[in-house]
Each structure stands twice: as C-alpha cells, then as structure tokens.
C-alpha cells in the first residue's frame, strides 16, 4: 500500500505538469523507478544448467535484492507446453516483497493423452522419478550458494505443474513443507498416488469456468485428500460474490488442512486477483509460508474416514451409500474418459503394512464389516468383523502399489464411528477384536433411476422419459416417453 500511494502521488504530479517535454518525461521514469524501490531489481536472475542422470537440465534461479538470512525457497512449476521464462505460477514480485528464493525448472517432453502428443511438462506418476531427480539436484545448487533453510521449501505449480505438485505432496512429503496448485490437479491416468511420506498442508485454487482441467471433477480430487489428510469433512466456508468460496477442511489429530478456493468467472489461469490478496502467489505463499517440516504430524496416518461427522453427507462426497444408511462403498472401477479427465474415487496404498483401526458406539454387540478390495474386485486384501463398543485393529500387507475399493457394513443405522483411520506401520501387527467374516448381502435398492436402456446400434436415443408416481403394491414402474424410444 505505501508503494501504491507514491506512485498515485507521482501520477498526480506528472498529470498536472502535463505540458513538459520528453526529456522531463524520462526524468519522471527514473524518479519513478526509485520512489517504488528496489521492486525491479534482483540479486541474481540466472539461468541455470544441471547434469541430472545423464541429461542436461535447465532451471532460472530468481534470488531478490532482500533476500535475509536462512531464505525460504519456493519451487514454480509451469503447465503443459509452458516454459520457466513464464515464471509461472509464482511471481517474481511476491518474491521481492517477502525476500524468498524461487526456482522455475524447465520441464521436458512429456506424452499427453489428452492433448494428443509430446510437449514440454512434468513427469506427474506420483512416484519418484527423473523430475523429482532434478528437483533434488536444484535444491543442492541453491544451497550451495544460499544458506536456504531446508524447512522451508515449497512448491507450487499450474496445470500439468499443478498435478506435479500433488505429485510431489505424495512423492516428496519429506522434501517440500507445503504445497499449493492452481488449476491443476492429478489425473488418474498419470497414476494418483496419496499416501506419502506424511499428511501435508496442501491449497487448491480453481477457476469455476475451468473446462480443460475440469472444474466438475474437483470434489474428487478435494474428497481425496481430505481424507488422506484425516481432515474435518465440513468446511469453514467463507464467499465474497463475484470473487471467490473458500473452504478450510480443518486439520484432524495428526494431519494438516486442506484449503479450496473456487473462483467465480476465472477460465484455465495460472493467476487470479480475485483471492482475499489480490494475489493468487501471495495467497499461496500466506498459506505455504506458515509451515515446516518440522511441525509435528502423524506420519502413519494414510486415511481417515470421516463419514459419521455431523452434518457431512456421504451421498455428496463420492460415496455409495445404501438408502438404509447402513452401508458404504468408497471406490469405482477404472474407466479411461476424457470427458471426466479420468478422475475417480480410490484408496491408494504404496507397498507395506498397514492396520485399520476403528472405535464405534451403538448397540453393544453390533457387527461393523470392512472390506478392501482391488477397483475391479479381483482380489481381496481383506474383509473383517468388528463390535461395536471395542476398539477393533485390522491388519493388511499391500504387495505392491494398487488402487483400492472399500465397503463398509453396519447392523445398524444407528452404530457411528467414534473413529475410523488407517495408518502405516513397520512390521505386520496383531489383530485386536476382529475376526475374518463375509459381508452380509445387500438389501434390494429402491428404484432411484430410469429402467429403460436402449443399445445404441439401435438408432438415435432418446432420453427424455417422464417416471410417473409409484404405485403401492405395484412391483413396477411405468413410463411414458415424449418421442418414439428409437428410429
């Protein structure tokens, strides 16, 4: 604000003598450039080469003229087809006006299904790779010329950069501090990996009018890491009209929080200046600057199930529920569809051991059923029994990385989780209270859809049939259509 006022002083000035020469006018722009300080300036603003692995990489290093002591560094990725020289998606000015240390890499070519070929991006697998190799190189580079504070590194990144990012949150936990992206988010198809090193605090921002990273597919993305992170499934939820929601996901026991800014107007962006800032980097970096990776978390905690928070509706948050409300199914077979960016719900769970630990409160007695099983149900890691009243420890092995459904079976609507949590352990560990059992068969769903499908080879299909009102005692529905069903 003290920088606004004396340029607005300035512009007053030069607007009221209006009638000198140029010369006087280029006076004006050098006086200009000292009354807004030091803002243009740069210690060092270099590009970089690196061998990683054989292959020569690139990176600009943007160190500001009032860097201090033990500077943080905050990692930029570019989208798709983009280029450090865009010093996207963290500005050079947020930089200069809180005195960190930014690296823009240079992604290479990267296969894009969507997009129909090669083009230059980040290697998003959600595992470590050649990309998080030279990330590491970077950082080495960095700090042999700054004292940077190692606690302190971030990432950030739009687009293809942003699906890095969460890439990085699972791969990475243990490298960057916190993470933020803004119109990008991982695609399953690039191999969604969750569960990392720890929870991490992680920011979201998204335009409402994103239909290339799409924004109808962030409540996925957003239900997943809630959960990963064990966060408070109801949001504190704030709006201005015009600009912005913003919903805090709290942190839970031994996690951090999730945060979602959903951005009225705001298309396919790496910048929005509709955020409390003004500033889509300085919000970024107000909410990554406040952690470290010293700060205390559960590192064992992979998932926690939420579903018994009052006021949260499953139904609304990618979970099947029975129209009894006594169970619950988490996870969808894998479908490649563009239209959806091939995104879906799933559990992930890297190689290793793991409990799920649960704690109810209903009928003493009661059985709770869980079940973990393969997205196209061909293997099973387990289905278990529990009581209600008893804290009940399900031990499971993962082989190998894979994507998992979960089902869920109460005796009763009226048993509620106390708590319900998945964590990692080093050795398998004892069962406690639970035994190996068979989920109990579902109870028939009450018609919720229409009954009618027509094969496509049929002809044009028509969709737009009227359900009339259930009959008591009728073990049907009737229909009536608008049009002819085929032709």
């Not at 004006?28 to 300080?37: K, P, R, S, V, Y």
């Not at 930089?95 to 290697?123: M, R, T």
């Not at 996925?220 to 966060?231: E, L, P, S």
């Not at 700060?295 to 928070?309: P, S």
């Amino acid at each position: 604000m003290k920088d606004y006022t004396r340029r607005n002083s300035i512009n007053r000035w030069f607007h009221h003598n209006n009638s000198w020469k140029m010369k006087r006018f280029t006076n004006l722009a050098i006086l200009l450039a000292i009354f807004i300080g030091n803002s243009w300036a740069a210690k060092e603003n270099t590009e970089y080469s690196i061998n990683v692995n054989g292959a020569t990489r690139t990176y600009i290093l943007y160190v500001p003229d009032n860097v201090g002591d033990k500077p943080e560094l905050v990692f930029s990725l570019h989208g798709a087809a983009g280029n450090a020289a865009n010093r996207s998606p963290f500005r050079t000015a947020v930089a200069d006006q809180k005195g960190c240390i930014v690296v823009y890499p240079q992604g290479e070519d990267q296969y894009f299904p969507v997009l129909g070929g090669s083009i230059h991006g980040w290697n998003s697998t959600g595992e470590a790779n050649e990309d998080l190799d030279f990330f590491k190189a970077i950082i080495e580079n960095v700090a042999a010329k700054y004292d940077i504070d190692r606690s302190r590194i971030y990432c950030c990144g739009f687009s293809n950069g942003g699906m890095m990012t969460y890439s990085n949150a699972s791969s990475a936990a243990d490298l960057f501090a916190a993470f933020a992206s803004i119109s990008g988010f991982q695609l399953n198809e690039f191999h969604h990996h969750t569960t990392g090193a720890r929870p991490v605090p992680f920011m979201h921002i998204h335009g409402k009018a994103d239909n290339f990273v799409k924004y109808s597919c962030m409540p996925i993305i957003r239900d997943n890491m809630v959960a990963r992170n064990g966060c408070n499934p109801i949001p504190e939820v704030s709006t201005v009209t015009g600009k912005y929601r913003c919903s805090v996901y709290e942190a839970g026991e031994g996690g951090f929080p999730y945060v979602y800014y959903e951005i009225d107007g705001m298309g396919h962006s790496d910048f929005t200046d509709k955020t409390p800032e003004g500033n889509s980097a300085l919000t970024m970096w107000n909410f990554m600057s406040q952690y470290t990776l010293d700060d205390d978390c559960d590192k064992t905690l992979k998932w926690r199930l939420n579903i018994d928070t009052e006021g949260f509706n499953p139904a609304e948050h990618s979970w099947k529920v029975s129209a009894d409300k006594t169970r619950y199914t988490y996870g969808t077979p894998k479908k490649a569809n563009n239209a959806d960016n091939n995104v879906y719900p799933s559990l992930q769970f890297e190689k290793g051991n793991y409990t799920l630990n649960f704690e109810a409160k209903g009928t003493t007695g009661d059985k709770i059923y869980v079940k973990i099983e393969t997205l196209d149900g061909e293997e099973v890691l387990f289905c278990k029994s529990g009581k209600v009243g008893k804290k009940a420890v399900m031990p499971f092995s993962v082989p190998a990385f894979s994507e998992y459904k979960i089902t869920i079976v109460k005796s009763s609507a009226d048993d509620k989780f106390t708590a319900f949590s998945i964590h990692s352990c080093e050795k398998p560990a004892t069962a406690e209270n639970c035994e190996d059992d068979i989920l109990p068969e579902a109870s028939p769903e009450p018609e919720t859809g229409y009954l009618i499908e027509i094969p496509q080879d049929q002809g044009e299909q028509h969709d737009d049939f009227t359900r009339t009102d259930f009959v008591a005692g009728d073990d049907y529905n009737t229909y009536v259509a608008s049009n002819d069903l085929h032709r």
